[in-house]
């Protein structure tokens, strides 16, 4: 099967809400959805699962900044169109840089909605969450976390 019916994208939409109100970490909550994904649509589960395989085959991340790494400079676009660097960020305090593929993305609204139970503790840390993301600025405006939206991903 190469196209998902109606049912069975209702079952995947079924199962992303119960993996996003589960309890558990963020780790567990994507496996869940995975396991899902690939029972609910295995032609998709297994294209997911070959390019994860060649991304780890040729190394793909390994020279990614890991957490508490210093982050190469950067001046990206905000949600706003301005440029922002990093340095700018960085004169508010630590910055935790998280990486959202897009709106569509259900791994990364899990991701997303990780990060904004975790905004009190970074806070309290003294800093604040960027995200960076290649997205139009329609759809980023609307992926920006406000109080109204936090409950929701």
Known sequence: MTSLSPTDAER???AFLHCRDMEGTLKQQLEAYAAAGRE?????????DRLVARVHENGGGENAPRPGDVM????LPDEGGRLVSLDSLLADGPV???FFRGHWCPYCR???RAVIRAQDRIKAAG???VAIMPELQAFTRNSRPTPARRSRS
């Open 96 to 98: 935790a840089v998280m």
């Open 110 to 112: 899990l991701n997303v």
């Open 40 to 48: 609910i649509f295995p032609a998709y589960g297994a294209a997911v």
């Open 127 to 129: 800093g604040h969450t």
């Open 72 to 75: 190469p400079p950067f001046m």
């Open 12 to 14: 995947l939409r079924l």
